[in-house]
């Protein structure tokens, strides 16, 4: 059954497997927001943050349009063909950073450790640069789609240790 789907999957059309990618990489993205919900109002209300903290308005619309870029940037490298090692280990990357930015997610606001989390999102910024390098070759419209998710991830890191330094 299994690989059944996957060869359904592997036969889709290119702009399948973008759809298909984004939809996987929302998904991924709404569990982030249902472990983050709770906890931005209560436990982070009351911690320490330093005044570049944006407001939390801004974080669901900046994820959403980052979670799209990077699905779509998936996709692309996807429809390459996972028969070649190197799109498969594009892939791989990709959703190792995906499984990363969630349990970034349930470090810091499920079990509430900033410093568990900085563990975390300096392991997601390295995978992020490994994915990008590894896309670059592939698809370089691709890899460029990336650089947003570094940018923010980048900004996120730093406010992660600020917090973690406050509290």
């Not at 592997?10 to 709404?30: E, F, M, Q, R, Y």
């Not at 994820?63 to 490298?77: C, P, R, S």
């Not at 947003?148 to 240790?161: D, G, R, T």
Request: with cysteine.
């Amino acid at each position: 059954m299994f690989d059944r789907t996957l060869n359904l999957l592997n036969a889709a059309s290119p702009a399948w497997k973008v759809a298909i990618a984004i939809s996987i990489t929302l998904l991924l993205g709404s569990t982030s927001g249902l472990i983050t919900a709770g906890a931005v109002e209560g436990w982070y209300t009351e911690i320490e943050k330093p005044s570049f903290n944006p407001p939390n308005t801004v974080f669901g619309p900046v994820w959403t349009v980052l979670y799209i870029l990077m699905g779509f940037a998936a996709g692309l490298i996807w429809s390459n063909g996972t028969e070649d090692p190197h799109v498969r280990r594009g892939l791989a990357l990709y959703g190792i950073q995906l499984l990363l930015n969630v349990l970034w997610s349930l470090f810091f606001f499920g079990l509430k450790s900033p410093g568990l989390a900085l563990i975390d999102i300096t392991l997601l910024l390295l995978t992020i640069i490994l994915c990008i390098r590894a896309f670059h070759p592939i698809d370089r419209w691709a890899a460029y789609l990336m650089v947003p998710y570094l940018l923010w991830v980048s900004f996120a890191s730093i406010l992660n240790a600020s917090i973690w330094v406050l509290n």
